[in-house]
């Protein structure tokens, strides 16, 4: 059986055609409609048919923005906003007439990681994504881990300070309030009186307000990963997203979540993802 994956991204739609080997087919990108969620629908319609041409037997994931809600089945907390309150996966079912499964981008970043990327000699992997927001996917012995109200994962709105950042999600001090692109390129900007994006900053790390950045960072990331381990365990933490580029997260931020664990053994790796914005649709395809 062939294994069709679509990667819904907030700019572009990717679809990829594996076959039983996992081995590429076919693979095709088209922009992302905006803010019209039919548009989208019949987007991705017009996409699944133009790369099964002359395929019959197959499977379909696909990886979105947001999740679906148990409690509704409806699209929720997606940066895509169109899609919030939709049926997307009964919509698109009945479009494709084919019965999908449906997954965010942190559960496909993790089960890709996990199956063929730099977490496939594990069992138990926690899957970060940092970058716009910060989310987090676990597969355990292959599988994704949903949770009783598919949330397992979302580290990114634990609180890490009290009374602390202001989230859109309605708490304050949410991990993702630190340590985001966005909130890091915030920071700066109230330490230096500079607005520049990461890459920038990330070449400017020399004078005593960027030390302090970095070290704000550094202990966030630390204390943020720390209490992962501390709930999780795991034999092993992926990196993905936008930031997962920065190299001091391998060194200096691995040594700052092994200080803050509770134990007096600590050898998680940490390690960079190998499938880098391809893991959305193999994750997609391996659902």
Not at 34 to 57: G, M, R
């Amino acid at each position: 059986m062939y294994k069709l994956g679509i990667d819904l991204g907030g700019t572009k739609i990717e679809a990829i055609l594996l076959d039983e080997n996992l081995n590429t087919i076919q693979r095709k990108r088209i922009p992302t409609p905006q803010n019209d969620y039919h548009k989208i629908l019949n987007a991705i319609n017009s996409l699944v048919v133009n790369i099964l041409e002359n395929v019959d037997d197959y499977s379909v994931g696909i990886c979105t923005p947001g999740a679906i809600s148990k409690k509704t089945g409806l699209i929720k907390n997606s940066n895509t906003q169109c899609l919030i309150g939709q049926s997307l996966k009964e919509d698109l079912e009945n479009k494709l007439d084919k019965k999908i499964s449906m997954e965010n981008d942190a559960n496909c970043f993790a089960i890709a990681e996990s199956v063929i990327g730099a977490a496939k000699e594990f069992d138990v992997v926690f899957g970060v994504i940092i970058g716009t927001g910060v989310g987090g996917g676990i597969v355990i012995n292959g599988k994704i881990h949903l949770g009783r109200t598919n949330i397992a994962g979302e580290w990114g709105h634990h609180t890490l300070h009290q009374n602390g950042n202001n989230c859109y999600c309605g708490k304050q001090g949410c991990v993702e309030t630190y340590i985001s692109g966005p909130a890091l390129e915030k920071r700066w900007k109230e330490l230096t009186g500079k607005s520049q994006n990461m890459p920038e900053i990330i070449q400017n790390l020399e004078n005593s307000k960027s030390k302090q950045w970095k070290n704000e960072f550094l202990e966030n990331f630390g204390f943020g990963l720390a209490n992962v381990i501390d709930i999780l365990d795991p034999d092993v933490i992926v990196l993905g997203g936008g930031l997962s580029n920065i190299d001091f997260l391998y060194t200096e931020g691995k040594e700052s979540v092994y200080h803050k664990v509770f134990s007096d053994l600590v050898d998680t790796p940490i390690l960079k993802n190998q499938l880098g914005d391809s893991a959305g649709v193999f994750g997609a395809a391996l659902l």
